[in-house]
């Protein structure tokens, strides 16, 4: 008998890194040697003081429910983090705390985005972005970049694409999956732009705020002409190597929150109870405490920097941030190998999977088509090894 599915799921496609990811495990378990650079996850593990705050939560009994926002003295703590490192004055009910900062959005497009809604997003963007809009039967409206341009929009772009339509500007700086970042100037600029039309709202994803090398980073909320309107995403995943706890939050108006708290409520009601004591400790740590591991990100950014350059084809800047590089790999679209020709970034990612056993995931699903996304955060040695692989699979094409 067949069953058929929801309209809805036809609304929404597989996330193109967990498909790439998905691919890359079925082939190691035939016995295959992947190098998967396709999942932005640190390869660091989560750091023994956030690990002993979660045992402290479990030995203190914190296994019941709690308020659907979260508790009270995480919310708290969120709040200092958010006046330490970005300058923004929140109350602790203007905190929601969710099953990682996916679902801090999925509550935010859920809460505020009506049908024929229009949404405003660079391209290149998170993946996630575009399909929760499409998911809430918004209008993705998205403005391409260039390498470049750095992969950033300029003021003239964002006022071009705002209409009468535009309900929410969302932009993630650093940026997932350039490593792009918008300095202090470009912020107040694209903000200059936002003031004039009041019924646009921001969601500043910061996710990526503490994986910066040069540049010191800036929250568009901290103008205060604009702070009403601004929602913050953050969460622990990313600086603090917290992947699987899933803890994100956001700081917001009361109305939004609100609302996000009534759409959380029929979800998942509160986040992890363990999860909400391990990342309260990791909030209130010093940022300087992930140094090491930061570092280490730099020192990776210029290592495969490097070895891509040694590769005839790929164009490449160097990312500000995050831990991806986002290479223009058009050079190699209409050239062949044995008969199978690179169309496409698709067939160019499907090409190195097969040939050179590397996984990476292509512009499509970011929203542009001339390039690849990698994740550097793996060993020197892999990189070495994977760039080498690539080239040699790359010179084979013709």
């Known amino acids: ?39 932005g996850e ?9 690990k002993e705050a979660a045992v402290e939560g479990m030995n203190k009994n914190y296994t019941h429910y709690m308020a659907v926002n979260g508790y009270e003295d995480f919310r708290t703590s969120v709040v200092e983090k958010f006046k330490r490192d970005n300058h923004l004055d929140y109350t602790s009910d203007q905190i929601v705390v969710s099953t990682g900062a996916k679902q801090t959005l999925a509550n935010i497009m859920l809460a505020i985005i009506d049908k024929y809604d229009e949404v405003i997003l660079p391209a290149p963007y998170w993946v996630t972005y575009f399909e929760q809009i499409k998911m809430v039967k918004g209008i993705p409206v998205p403005i391409l970049t260039t390498l470049e341009d750095e992969y950033k929009i300029s003021p003239e772009q964002l006022e071009n694409a705002i209409t009468p339509k535009t309900k929410l500007f969302i932009f993630n700086s650093p940026s997932n999956p350039s490593g792009a970042i918008y300095s202090k100037n470009e912020i107040i600029a694209l903000g200059e732009v936002l003031k004039k039309y009041p019924q646009v709202l921001i969601i500043s994803d910061e996710i990526y705020e503490h994986i910066i090398y040069e540049e010191k980073h800036y929250s568009i909320g901290q103008d205060a002409e604009l702070f009403d309107r601004v929602i913050t995403v953050n969460g622990v995943s990313k600086a603090f190597a917290m992947t699987g706890w899933r803890i994100g939050y956001m700081g917001a108006p009361n109305w939004i929150v609100k609302a996000c708290t009534k759409v959380q409520g029929q979800f998942t009601s509160g986040a992890n109870s363990i999860g909400q004591r391990a990342a309260k400790a990791a909030v209130e740590a010093n940022p300087e405490t992930i140094k090491g591991m930061l570092d280490v990100f730099r020192h990776r950014r210029n290592l495969i920097v490097n070895e891509l350059a040694k590769i005839e084809g790929i164009k490449t800047n160097i990312p500000g941030g995050a831990f991806y590089i986002y290479p223009d790999i058009s050079y190699f679209f209409g050239k062949k190998h044995n008969n199978k020709t690179i169309s496409g970034a698709p067939e160019l990612c499907e090409y190195l999977l097969e040939k050179a056993n590397v996984a990476t995931v292509p512009g499509e699903a970011f929203g542009t088509k001339k390039h690849i996304r990698l994740s550097y955060a793996a060993a020197d040695e892999v990189l070495i090894e994977a760039a080498n692989r690539m080239h040699k699979a790359l010179s084979l094409l013709k």
């Open 1 to 39: 008998m067949n069953h058929p599915h929801s309209s809805f799921l036809s609304l929404l496609s597989e996330s193109a890194t967990i498909a790439m990811s998905r691919k890359s495990r079925e082939l190691r378990k035939k016995g295959i040697d992947i190098i998967n650079l396709s999942l």
């Open 42 to 50: 640190p390869d660091f593990d989560t750091p023994g003081f956030i």
